[in-house]
């Protein structure tokens, strides 16, 4: 079994030690590689890099200065179509969530983020059963 690489986009600085921290665990044993973007530009610069390493997730903010969440995930779409994508904002609402998943987005998430729930979709992305 391939070990899930995920890339975390998000603008906010807390947000890599805040994941970092919930997921050390799985860090440490090795479990899990995580990558992380301040943006959408870096993102796809990070995503160009680990072609060869191939990502398993992208999880991204939506609300992002510069390139927002969305049009990252529409670039994402187009160059990396199989790429899952979990799409965060702490403005959840059912217009934003029908939007994202019809630009291709595997799931919505809100903020704060329920780390268990997260654990249960990446185990189920990472055996095949993510729906």
Request: with cysteine.
């Amino acid at each position: 079994m391939i070990k899930p690489h995920i890339l975390l986009v998000d603008d906010e600085p807390d947000a890599r030690e805040l994941f970092a921290q919930h997921f050390r665990r799985e860090i440490r044993k090795g479990d899990y590689a995580f990558d992380f973007a301040q943006s959408g530009h870096e993102a796809l610069k990070v995503l160009q890099k680990a072609e060869k390493s191939h990502i398993t997730l992208v999880l991204s903010d939506i609300n992002m200065p510069g390139m927002t969440g969305i049009e990252l995930l529409e670039e994402i779409r187009q160059l990396w179509p199989t790429t899952p994508v979990f799409m965060i904002t702490a403005y959840g609402d059912a217009v934003t969530e029908q939007k994202v998943r019809n630009k291709g987005a595997s799931k919505f998430l809100t903020k704060p983020i329920d780390f268990n729930a997260l654990r249960s979709h990446i185990a189920s992305l990472v055996s095949g059963t993510c729906s």
